[in-house]
């Protein structure tokens, strides 16, 4: 099969989540034979900070101004049997309406921002990324968030059918190594700076870390504010790219999963970081959403926090405990939450409406 996307970015992973799920979902479909096209709008901000230049196996299309690419794009997704279009890429609308009228055997949509998209309309805008006329175009709309989204996708933006994608994680990059005297640590926290998440960080990381003072805490991310309310004992790491993660995760006795309120609210939306640190075989302790025992079960697999003490509790508990804990997750997230699973997921899905080909 030959797959066409029209994505964020697969070419940075500074400040966002998708490069480092394409690049475990790309990696995975390669190696059954599939071919990938990935069209990516060459910003400066992800060019100053690429960290992939090259897909092996496949292609990846770098462009500066859509028009140049528009006849070649056109080409492309014609040869397609899926052409997919993602949230948060910088020409969706004009990528939806090419691949909505290509000779493609199957169209996608893929919200891997579902939340963050409805949320949008609840407020009264439209995300630039969709297409005016909404999704009903579509032959298959995933979205990277279960539960109740799947309705709304259908009775607000006209989905015809819809289906969850969840995260997943390349075992071949996140897995268990060695720790790191510079990411040392009793709790860690990676991802980028949010604002919509703030409030938790600082209850169940910043707020610890102040009554803990002889404990060590290390950030890593990106884009942090000058008023970010440190303490003495948070140690920052500067973006870390996707192979300095599992060092990272590694050199912690404990690292912290923070979901976005957007999503938080509406449940069923495990955070990439969520299996990278699990599939590194690092103890979890997670903010609660619906549907998490779905994809880890709490207190044997995961902690979950809902408030200080419950993180300040979980520092206290016994080092060979908190490993079994680790090894547990790990477990779960190799039998479950790969990028191979979710291969094998689309193709089923794919399947369902008509365009899963031969393998």
């Known amino acids: 099969m030959k797959f066409v996307i029209f994505g964020l970015t697969i070419s940075s992973s500074w400040g966002n989540g998708h490069a480092t799920l394409w690049r475990g979902l790309v990696k995975a479909l390669l190696r059954r034979g599939h071919q990938v096209v990935f069209y990516e ?4 901000y992800y060019a100053e900070h690429r960290d992939l230049w090259e897909i092996p196996g496949g292609t990846l299309v770098l462009y500066s101004d859509w028009d140049e690419v528009a006849r070649d794009a056109a080409r492309h997704a014609d040869e397609a049997d899926v052409a997919m279009v993602t949230s948060y890429c910088p020409d969706g609308v004009a990528a939806s309406h090419l691949v909505l009228g290509s000779k493609a ?37 995933l979205s990277y968030t279960g539960g109740e989204a799947l309705t709304e996708l259908k009775t607000r933006l006209g989905a015809k059918a819809v289906a969850p994608l969840y995260g997943w994680v390349d075992p071949e990059v996140h897995r268990p190594t060695d720790p790191a005297q510079h990411y040392l640590a009793d709790l860690s926290y990676l991802g980028t700076y949010a604002e919509d998440r703030q409030a938790a960080l600082e209850q169940l990381f910043i707020e610890p870390a102040r009554r803990l003072p002889r404990r060590r805490f290390v950030i890593g991310g990106a884009q942090y504010p000058e008023s970010f309310p440190w303490t003495s004992n948070i140690f920052f790491v500067q973006h870390l790219p996707p192979a300095e993660h599992p060092a990272f995760f590694c050199s912690s006795v404990l690292t912290l999963n923070v ?30 959403w619906e549907g998490l025992e779905s994809f880890f079960e709490p207190g044997r697999e995961i902690l979950v926090a809902k408030e200080t003490d419950d993180v300040t509790t979980a520092l206290m508990l016994p080092r060979d405990h908190l490993a079994t804990l680790g090894r547990r997750a790990r477990e779960r997230t190799l039998a479950e939450h790969t990028a191979e699973h979710r291969v094998s997921q689309l193709r089923k899905l794919l399947d369902l409406t008509g365009g899963g080909g031969d393998d």
């Open 105 to 141: 055997r199957r169209t996608v949509f893929y919200d891997l921002d579902t939340p963050v998209t409805l949320s949008r309309l609840d407020a009264g805008e439209r995300p630039a990324y969709l297409p005016p006329e909404g999704l009903g175009g579509f032959d298959l709309v």
């Open 259 to 288: 979901t976005r309120d957007a999503m938080k609210r509406m449940g069923w939306c495990p955070s990439g970081r969520l299996f990278e640190a699990a599939a590194c075989g690092v103890p979890l302790v997670s903010d609660w």
């Open 41 to 44: 709008r060459d910003v400066p």
